[in-house]
Structure formats: C-alpha cells, structure tokens
C-alpha cells in the first residue's frame, strides 16, 4: 500500500479542535492509501518544535514562529527537518508528499521532499496564499522555484489558477482543479417560492470577510425596487460576534426585512436552503465558498464574488450571477437579477442536475479526482528512506 503523507495547517487536532474539516474530508473518502498526517500549528516564538501524537498516523506539531508571516521560511525549514526526522524514525516511507496549502505547507513539504527522495503535490488555497503572494513580494522567486519543484499545484477554483498562472508566470500544465468537499451534497430538486425570500449562511464571527455589512447596504438599495423583500440569516458564532451581527443588521434601512435565525446544523442546511428564493452571499475573501455550492446541488441560484470563491467554475451556465464584493450597488443589481429571474434559473439548475453537471463537485467525485492525483502522481513503494533524510537527524 502506498504512503500519502499530509502536511496541513488545517487539520483538527488537539490543539485547535475547530480547524475546518475540509483536508480530513478529502483523507477519509480516499481509501486504499495509508495516510499520514502532520498537523501544523503556529505559536508566536521563535523556533521552537514540539509534536503529539493523536491516533494512528496524525502527529500534531506545534512550532514557534513571530506573526505576520516575518522570516517565513527561516521558521518553517526547521519544521520540514523535524518532520523528516519523525518519519524516518517512525519508519514510515511516503510515496507522495501533499502541501495542503502552497505558501505554508508547501515551503515545509519542499524540505521533506528533498530530504526523503518524494515527490510533492501542494493545494492552492485562494485567500491564504494569494494574500502571501501578494505581502511576500520579496519571495517571488522562492515561490516561483517551489512552484515548479511542485508535481502538480492543486487549485480549488478557477480563479485561482489564472491568480497563480499570472502571479508566479506558470501554465496550464502546472495545475490540476481540485474543488472542496461540502458537508452536504445531496441534489435536491428546485422548488418555486412564494412569497419570495432570500438566505445567507455564514459563521458569524466571520462576518466581516462575508461581507455582510455591504450586504445590507445592497438590500437596502433593492427595497426601493422591492420592498417585499426579506433576508434570512443562518449562523452561529461567539457572543462578541453576535452582539455585532445584531447592531448592524438593526442599524440598517432594512432591519424589519433581516431575520437572524440561528443556528442551522449542517445536516439540515440545503433541506432548509431548497425553500428559499436565492442564496446571497458576496465575500470579500473566499477560497472556495463550499455553502455556495450546497445551495446550488439544493436546487437554489446562488450570488457569489468575481475571482472568489466559486468564481469559474459555472461560466457558460445559467445558476446565478456574480457581483463585485466592494460594491453594494453590484450587489443590489445582482440580487434584482436572482429575484427577477427565479423561475428560469431553477429550471436550468434542476437541467443541469439531471445531466450530471454538478457531479464533479459532489463527494464522491472529488474523491475519484483526488484518486488520480495520487495515481499520477505517487512515486514507487521504497523499503526504506534516503541517504539525505539521515543527514538530518538530530
């Protein structure tokens, strides 16, 4: 059996237990590989490593580095080495190497490719790593380099292929799409509302990065056209968050049309979803946006943010309309479009279902796609490591 070792800084363990699920998702649908995960976790210090262990082939790691991302590298080449050296003397010989985010695990990755003798594939993770790209103007060569040491960069969307085709001067042949497992994705079929309504799901300590106070300024321009109109908000969140939440949405011109509903656990998300008009959600940062694509395999037309998120994958399908995230008055025009023209879209939508358009984007399709990574691209079962790896070893 192959060896699949995961470096991510987005993985739960026992040190931040909330981390997003999305990687343990993509681990647990892909069997037949023996995954091992290495769980990164950055503390503001200087250089210190300290690992745990939390079940069979998870090791939390826990590194001390300043913030902002100062000396990135100088701070994360000693955690490859760490990382090289536990493998080594685990015994444990990866036949492909996974960076699940370019910028920070792929830097790591990178050491302990070099030191094992394996090839590396890195995710590109949208908001993440654009935003390093961009602070980091002075690594552009290091991330240029680690680019193309890359068998394969896995970017979540479009857009963010063309960001990094453009930002680091990569083609076609670097990348292959790899989209984000949803929590739900069953395809239900689209139902007309009336009277009509909106909804949004969010987590409410990131309603800044959602967007939500430019949201409202858009509903407020569509009231003059639509004054029926009503908003629903899903979301749980600290008490902090829902203190804000709760002012901006009462400072509003349309507090009587925005409800805040609460929470909405995650089995109960598109059966809720499937009975409102659009899903409205413009973000000012996105990677992906995986409720956007729960609300279209439920049936409902979505309003998501040029080169964010979702941005990419529907052109040349009539599911929605994009919007600039910075404007309220694109929003509104966008929000107008979804309102005006419910009817049509759901019956492109529940088309585009039947005709297995949406597939890709479902669980067991991204598990089949990330398959053929890891066949593409997984070197040859070795007995043991490299020489270079027991240089290393401290």
């Not at 580095?65 to 000396?71: I, Q």
């Not at 899903?279 to 940062?285: E, K, L, N």
């Not at 490299?386 to 240089?391: E, I, S």
């Amino acid at each position: 059996m192959q060896t699949i070792l995961h470096i991510s800084a987005d993985f739960p363990d026992p040190l931040a237990p909330s981390k997003t699920k999305a990687v343990q998702n993509l681990i647990g649908a892909t069997e037949g590989y023996r995954h091992v995960v290495y769980s990164l976790n950055r503390v503001n210090g200087r250089g210190n490593i300290a690992m745990m262990n939390f079940g069979e082939d998870r090791t939390a790691v826990a590194y001390g580095a300043p913030p902002y991302g100062l000396m990135l590298e100088r701070f994360l080449v000693p955690v490859g080495e760490a990382i090289a050296r536990d493998i080594e003397r685990r015994g444990v010989v990866p036949s492909l190497i996974h960076a699940h985010k370019f910028t920070i695990d792929g830097l790591v990755a990178s050491v302990v490719s070099d030191l094992a003798g394996t090839p590396f594939v890195a995710s590109l993770w949208g908001d993440t790593d654009c935003k390093i790209v961009e602070a980091k103007r002075g690594m552009n060569r290091r991330f240029r380099k680690l680019a193309r040491q890359a068998e394969r960069l896995l970017p979540a969307a479009p857009w963010t292929e063309r960001y990094f085709r453009n930002a680091l001067g990569l083609d076609a042949r670097h990348f292959h799409l790899l989209p984000v497992m949803t929590a739900g994705d069953r395809l239900l079929k689209p139902v007309l509302t009336h009277p009509q309504r909106l909804v949004t799901v969010f987590a409410l300590d990131a309603w800044r990065r959602k967007g939500l106070d430019r949201l409202l300024e858009a509903l407020a321009i569509v009231a003059r056209a639509r004054p029926d109109v009503v908003l629903d908000i899903y979301g749980s969140g600290s008490p902090k968050s829902l203190i804000e939440v709760t002012g901006l949405v009462q400072a509003s011109e349309v507090a009587p049309r925005v409800r805040l509903k609460g929470v909405l656990p995650h089995g109960d998300v598109q059966r809720v979803m499937n009975g409102y008009s659009a899903f409205v959600m413009a973000p000012r940062r996105e990677t992906y946006g995986m409720v956007h694509v729960e609300a279209l395999l439920a049936g409902v037309p979505i309003l998501w943010s040029e080169n964010r998120g979702i941005d990419g994958y529907f052109d040349g399908h009539d599911v929605g309309t994009r919007c600039d995230p910075n404007s309220a008055e694109s929003i509104a025009k966008g929000i107008l479009f979804l309102l005006a023209n419910e009817r049509r879209l759901k019956q492109n939508i529940a088309a585009l279902q039947a005709d297995g358009l949406f597939e890709p984007l479902r669980r067991s399709g991204i598990a089949e796609n990330y398959r053929e990574v890891l066949a593409a691209h997984a070197g040859e079962v070795r007995p043991e490591f490299t020489r270079v790896a027991r240089q290393v070893r401290g």
